[in-house]
């Protein structure tokens, strides 16, 4: 079992910025890919970015150029760096990760930008 536990979330204003992280737990080993969804009230959870072991990485087209993914394999830990946050990006951001496909996600973490 892999567990995930996110921080960092929380109000901020429209322009601004925020870091995410999640730290794994448990059966850490051969973790593959990391990564970040978010989901609003109503909505399908989509795909924000993810990050392999390797370092490779990938974003959706509405964050690119505004959101960074990073992760630091010492701590077990992803990050997501979120620069000029709009409102649209309100939501909750689930951290997930995969090994032997299979997925494993969060508790979640609240992000709102106010305008």
């Known amino acids: 079992q892999v567990q995930l536990v996110e921080s960092g979330g929380g109000l901020v204003q429209a322009g601004g910025s925020l870091r995410l992280s999640c730290a794994a737990s448990?059966?850490?080993?051969?973790?593959?890919?990391m990564g970040w969804y978010r989901q609003v009230p109503g909505k399908q959870r989509e795909f924000v970015a993810r990050?392999?072991?390797?370092?490779?990485?990938n974003y959706s087209d509405s964050v690119k150029g505004r959101f960074t993914i990073s992760r630091d394999n010492a701590k077990n830990t992803v990050y997501l760096q979120m620069n000029s946050l709009k409102p649209e990006d309100t939501a909750v951001y689930y951290c997930?990760?995969?090994?032997?496909?299979?997925?494993?996600w969060g508790q979640g973490t609240q992000v709102t930008v106010s305008s």
């Open positions: 990050i392999t072991s390797g370092g490779s990485t």
């Open positions: 448990g059966s850490i080993f051969s973790i593959n890919t």
């Open positions: 997930t990760a995969s090994k032997y496909g299979r997925a494993y």
